[in-house]
């Protein structure tokens, strides 16, 4: 166990009134920038019913025709994204002075706001290259602020053991009293890496008004106290009720587990590819201030 492993043993999480699933959902190939190979698992026709989230893709290859393109410069607006690398290594350069290499465990945490161009290009040629993007959305009084990135090598990550054996990368917000590399008070989002052992249970503590999601990337679980099977490469969203406490699953052979939760913002969304806002002017906008250089300045 690493020096930065917290074991919990006083501050499990108690939860007497778990979330079930609502429903399951299977993600949908595709690609981006210039031909990446990935899995869009959260797709715009969810964003409302996991507001404050926008997008979640999923990339795992060991060809490199699959990856080797990257992300050239493109714009954002209105939104931030979370890109969490499992494995392989990327590059990072942006239009606010933004740079770092994301590696195995590390996330970038970028704040697009009011505009940012950026690029996300592999350092690597051959080898395994997997991990993920979330997009989580800004309310509308924050969406024209100031673009900045944050770099988290793996090391920076704080991590927990729960007594009953699961390891919990602590990404964005807390977990069985420990505080994550990131807080956002304004959607207050929760970003847990969790490995469990076959048999292994796991239980978070949440509002019953956050919207929340798991995503199996490894093996399979069962959700809630009617014990719902999810496999790989299915996301569960959890259904939200006043009289639920939290969510608990449990590794039925041996799983890793993206949990997503968040605070709605609950305010329209209006998106046009790599823009977010709150209404069509605003979009129209953004693109004449991409058209005119004045998207980033």
């Known amino acids: 166990m690493s020096m930065k492993t917290i074991q919990a043993q006083l501050a499990a999480e108690v939860v007497a009134r778990p979330r079930e699933v609502e429903r399951t959902v299977t993600g949908v190939a595709t690609s981006d920038g210039a031909g990446v190979k990935l899995t869009?698992?959260?797709?715009?026709?969810?964003?409302?019913?996991?507001?404050?989230?926008?997008?979640?893709?999923?990339?795992?290859?060991?060809?490199?025709?699959?990856?080797?393109?990257?992300?050239?410069?493109?714009?954002?607006?209105g939104f931030e994204t979370v890109t969490y690398m499992i494995a392989g290594r990327m590059r990072h350069q942006d239009s606010s002075g933004g740079e770092?290499?994301?590696?195995?465990?590390g996330v970038q945490w970028m704040t697009a706001a009011r505009g940012v161009i950026h690029s996300?290009?592999?350092?690597?040629?051959?080898?395994?290259?997997e991990g993920f993007q979330l997009w989580l959305n800004l309310p509308a009084e924050a969406k024209?602020?100031?673009?900045?990135?944050?770099?988290?090598?793996?090391?920076?990550?704080?991590?927990?053991?729960?007594?009953?054996?699961?390891?919990?990368?602590?990404?964005?917000?807390?977990?069985h009293g420990v505080a994550g590399a990131v807080e956002r008070p304004l959607t207050e989002p929760l970003v847990?890496?969790?490995?469990?052992?076959?048999?292994?249970?796991?239980?978070?503590?949440?509002?019953?008004?956050?919207?929340?999601?798991?995503?199996?990337?490894?093996?399979?679980?069962?959700?809630?106290?009617?014990?719902?099977?999810?496999?790989?490469?299915?996301?569960?969203?959890?259904?939200n009720r006043a009289d639920n406490d939290g969510m608990s699953l449990r590794?039925?052979?041996?799983a890793r587990v993206l949990l997503v939760a968040g605070?709605?913002?609950?305010?329209?969304i209006v998106q046009y590819g790599p823009f977010v806002m709150n209404t069509r002017e605003e979009i129209e906008q953004a693109l004449a201030d991409y058209r005119d250089g004045k998207l980033a300045a």
């Open 40 to 77: 869009r698992v959260l797709t715009n026709t969810l964003q409302h019913r996991l507001d404050p989230f926008l997008m979640l893709d999923s990339f795992r290859s060991d060809d490199p025709n699959d990856y080797i393109a990257g992300f050239p410069a493109h714009p954002h607006r």
């Open 100 to 105: 770092g290499l994301l590696e195995n465990g």
């Open 120 to 129: 996300e290009m592999p350092e690597q040629e051959e080898g395994v290259m």
């Open 144 to 175: 024209m602020g100031a673009a900045s990135y944050r770099d988290f090598p793996s090391e920076a990550i704080p991590e927990v053991r729960t007594d009953a054996g699961a390891l919990v990368r602590v990404i964005a917000g807390r977990s």
């Open 192 to 239: 847990l890496d969790i490995h469990l052992p076959a048999g292994t249970r796991f239980t978070q503590s949440l509002p019953a008004d956050y919207n929340a999601f798991v995503y199996v990337y490894r093996g399979e679980i069962t959700v809630g106290a009617r014990e719902e099977r999810v496999c790989e490469k299915r996301m569960a969203i959890l259904a």
């Open 251 to 254: 590794a039925t052979s041996d």
């Open 263 to 268: 605070r709605p913002l609950r305010e329209a």
